[in-house]
């Protein structure tokens, strides 16, 4: 396997990313948005909880949006995938000098890696509010974050091949966004939804949004907000990178032959 | 009146079109009102019962985001040239207009409907005059949105610069109004010196229909006909700018 091969498909996925400028900017705003101003009325109105819960609720929201952002971001190479079948361009995919294999596996690499550069600068400004405390923490929550935007660009790319229609596979993915980032602990500790309805609680342990926002707030110093050992965090981000990577690049691999995405 | 009833029901296929989309969206807003409310709930108590809060709020969130599609789909008219043709058909430019406004108006509507009804459901029912003021402010409300969203749309002919615009506004009537919070709690940003904020939440015509529903149906905060005369101001003017902007902007393409 040729890997200057799949740096080539890597740098094609990362120029393409830059396409979606007004989608990145939207992403950027509504972040903004969602910090200035939903973070803080919120915060207010929960402040009596979130001190109960021994946490600053803002600076929790600010974690959880992050994680947010970069689930969104993740998931745009499905679209791409949809793009290149509806204009033809994965014959020319085909045509190009390197494996299947290797195009798939640029292609999940390249999905995951532009997402983590374009939260990189929000990641900053972030961490300027949260603070650091423990900054070998925070290197092991951003390796933990790697491996979460690579699952999820390998679990968009899962579902795209999955899918004959660009407009089905855009239901779902807005069905599935509502219901994954509202069943983590992006936007609220556990133990509220625990108390709510125990079987959203019980759903949220298994969903890779409350391992990846609770390890970032760990690496960041946010206190009494993991519920488990940031190594079970680690093991389970690695657990969803593997499968979705493996299952994504072999979905996606099937595809390829035989033009079935026409 | 039956040109305008044409465009209307062309809007209306064309909604139809994509009931699959609206049935996700559907699904999409009952996910925010029994997940994220009903944890909500737990933790704002003793300020506010959140989930019964924020019913009315979604209600009109609904309502927002339907009465937008209809510039998504005249822009991609405008982009695709297909206003040439419905500028040909045997209408006046105004009856066109006015008939893709009030199209948009109540699509927004019948989306809405069935949040509404969960509204009833959960909150109780309100009186013969309080549901047909609810529905004259929800309706006013839809038409003025859609006047926003026509607006935008027949002024670029970029989808991209289409949906950041869209997307701007978005955010700043969702998150600066008391959709998701009481106004009182967003007061609290002055101290942060975020008035021009705050004032904005206060005339947003957002705040003062899921006010209006909140007002009727939970009895707090009490009704004021400010509230609908708020709503009514909004509609007119971005009415009458969709209007114009349809009939005159289009032709210069």
């Given at each position: 396997?040729?890997?200057?091969?799949?740096?080539?498909?890597?740098?094609?996925?990362?120029?393409?990313?830059?396409?979606?400028?007004?989608?990145?900017?939207?992403?950027?705003?509504?972040?903004?948005?969602?910090?200035?101003?939903?973070?803080?009325?919120?915060?207010?109105?929960?402040?009596?909880?979130?001190?109960?819960?021994?946490?600053?609720?803002?600076?929790?929201?600010?974690?959880?949006?992050?994680?947010?952002?970069?689930?969104?971001?993740?998931?745009?190479?499905?679209?791409?995938?949809?793009?290149?079948?509806?204009?033809?361009?994965?014959?020319?995919?085909?045509?190009?000098?390197?494996?299947?294999?290797?195009?798939?596996?640029?292609?999940?690499?390249?999905?995951?890696?532009?997402?983590?550069?374009?939260?990189?600068?929000?990641?900053?400004?972030?961490?300027?509010?949260l603070g650091v405390s423990n900054p070998f923490h925070l290197l092991i929550a951003l390796a933990g974050l790697f491996l979460f935007a690579f699952g999820v660009s390998g679990m968009s790319i899962t579902i795209a091949v999955a899918m004959?229609?660009?407009?089905?596979?855009?239901?779902?993915?807005?069905?599935?966004?509502?219901?994954?980032?509202?069943?983590?602990?992006?936007?609220?500790?556990?133990?509220?939804?625990?108390?709510?309805?125990?079987?959203?609680?019980?759903?949220?342990?298994?969903?890779?949004?409350?391992?990846?926002?609770?390890l970032f707030r760990w690496g960041t110093g946010i206190e009494g907000t993991f519920q488990v050992s940031p190594l079970v965090g680690m093991l389970a981000l690695f657990i969803f990178f593997f499968s979705f990577t493996f299952i994504g690049?072999?979905?996606?691999?099937?595809?390829?032959?035989?033009?079935?995405?026409? | 009146?039956?040109?305008?009833?044409?465009?209307?029901?062309?809007?209306?296929?064309?909604?139809?079109?994509?009931?699959?989309?609206?049935?996700?969206?559907?699904?999409?807003?009952?996910?925010?009102?029994?997940?994220?409310?009903?944890?909500?709930?737990?933790?704002?108590?003793?300020?506010?019962?959140?989930?019964?809060?924020?019913?009315?709020?979604?209600?009109?969130?609904?309502?927002?985001?339907?009465?937008?599609?209809?510039?998504?789909?005249?822009?991609?008219?405008?982009?695709?040239?297909?206003?040439?043709?419905?500028?040909?058909?045997?209408?006046s430019r105004i009856e066109l207009a006015i008939g893709r406004l009030l199209a948009g108006g109540l699509r927004g509507m019948l989306y809405m409907t069935p949040l509404l009804l969960t509204n009833f459901v959960i909150l109780g029912l309100?009186?013969?005059?309080?549901?047909?003021?609810?529905?004259?402010?929800?309706?006013?409300?839809?038409?003025?949105?859609?006047?926003?969203?026509?607006?935008?749309?027949?002024?670029?002919?970029?989808?991209?610069?289409?949906?950041?615009?869209?997307?701007?506004?978005?955010?700043?009537?969702?998150?600066?109004?008391?959709?998701?919070?009481?106004?009182?709690?967003?007061?609290?940003?002055?101290?942060?010196?975020?008035?021009?904020?705050?004032?904005?939440?206060?005339?947003?015509?957002?705040?003062?229909?899921?006010?209006?529903?909140?007002?009727?149906?939970?009895?707090?905060?009490?009704?004021?006909?400010?509230?609908?005369?708020?709503?009514?101001?909004?509609?007119?003017?971005?009415?009458?700018?969709?209007?114009?902007?349809?009939?005159?902007?289009?032709?210069?393409?």
């Amino acid at each position: 396997m040729g890997l200057k091969k799949i740096q080539f498909v890597v740098e094609r996925d990362l120029r393409m990313f830059v396409q979606y400028k007004f989608m990145l900017i939207m992403r950027g705003i509504w972040f903004v948005s969602q910090v200035s101003l939903f973070g803080l009325v919120v915060g207010k109105m929960v402040e009596a909880a979130a001190r109960a819960a021994g946490i600053n609720y803002f600076q929790y929201y600010v974690a959880g949006v992050t994680i947010i952002t970069l689930y969104s971001t993740s998931m745009f190479i499905g679209y791409d995938i949809f793009e290149e079948a509806e204009h033809g361009v994965f014959e020319y995919l085909l045509t190009l000098p390197l494996s299947r294999r290797e195009l798939v596996l640029g292609r999940s690499i390249g999905g995951g890696l532009r997402s983590y550069l374009y939260v990189g600068p929000l990641l900053i400004i972030v961490l300027t509010l949260l603070g650091v405390s423990n900054p070998f923490h925070l290197l092991i929550a951003l390796a933990g974050l790697f491996l979460f935007a690579f699952g999820v660009s390998g679990m968009s790319i899962t579902i795209a091949v999955a899918m004959k229609s660009g407009d089905k596979y855009d239901i779902l993915i807005g069905v599935l966004d509502a219901l994954i980032v509202r069943l983590s602990t992006t936007m609220y500790p556990t133990v509220y939804m625990q108390q709510a309805m125990p079987s959203y609680a019980t759903i949220a342990q298994f969903n890779p949004l409350t391992y990846a926002s609770d390890l970032f707030r760990w690496g960041t110093g946010i206190e009494g907000t993991f519920q488990v050992s940031p190594l079970v965090g680690m093991l389970a981000l690695f657990i969803f990178f593997f499968s979705f990577t493996f299952i994504g690049v072999v979905f996606y691999e099937k595809r390829l032959e035989g033009g079935s995405w026409q | 009146m039956k040109a305008i009833l044409h465009v209307i029901e062309y809007d209306f296929r064309n909604f139809f079109r994509y009931r699959w989309f609206i049935i996700a969206l559907i699904a999409m807003n009952l996910a925010d009102l029994f997940i994220s409310a009903v944890v909500f709930t737990q933790m704002t108590r003793g300020i506010v019962d959140y989930f019964r809060f924020f019913a009315p709020g979604l209600a009109v969130l609904g309502l927002f985001a339907s009465a937008f599609m209809i510039g998504r789909e005249i822009n991609m008219e405008v982009r695709r040239e297909v206003h040439h043709y419905l500028l040909s058909l045997p209408m006046s430019r105004i009856e066109l207009a006015i008939g893709r406004l009030l199209a948009g108006g109540l699509r927004g509507m019948l989306y809405m409907t069935p949040l509404l009804l969960t509204n009833f459901v959960i909150l109780g029912l309100p009186t013969l005059p309080q549901l047909l003021l609810i529905l004259l402010a929800l309706l006013l409300l839809a038409i003025g949105i859609s006047g926003v969203s026509i607006s935008i749309a027949v002024s670029t002919t970029s989808f991209e610069k289409f949906v950041t615009a869209r997307g701007v506004i978005y955010y700043l009537f969702f998150f600066c109004s008391s959709v998701f919070y009481p106004m009182a709690i967003i007061q609290t940003l002055e101290t942060r010196g975020l008035t021009p904020l705050v004032k904005f939440a206060q005339i947003n015509p957002l705040t003062n229909g899921s006010d209006l529903i909140r007002s009727f149906l939970l009895g707090s905060p009490s009704f004021s006909p400010l509230m609908l005369l708020d709503v009514a101001i909004f509609s007119v003017i971005f009415a009458l700018c969709a209007t114009f902007a349809y009939a005159k902007i289009l032709m210069r393409h």
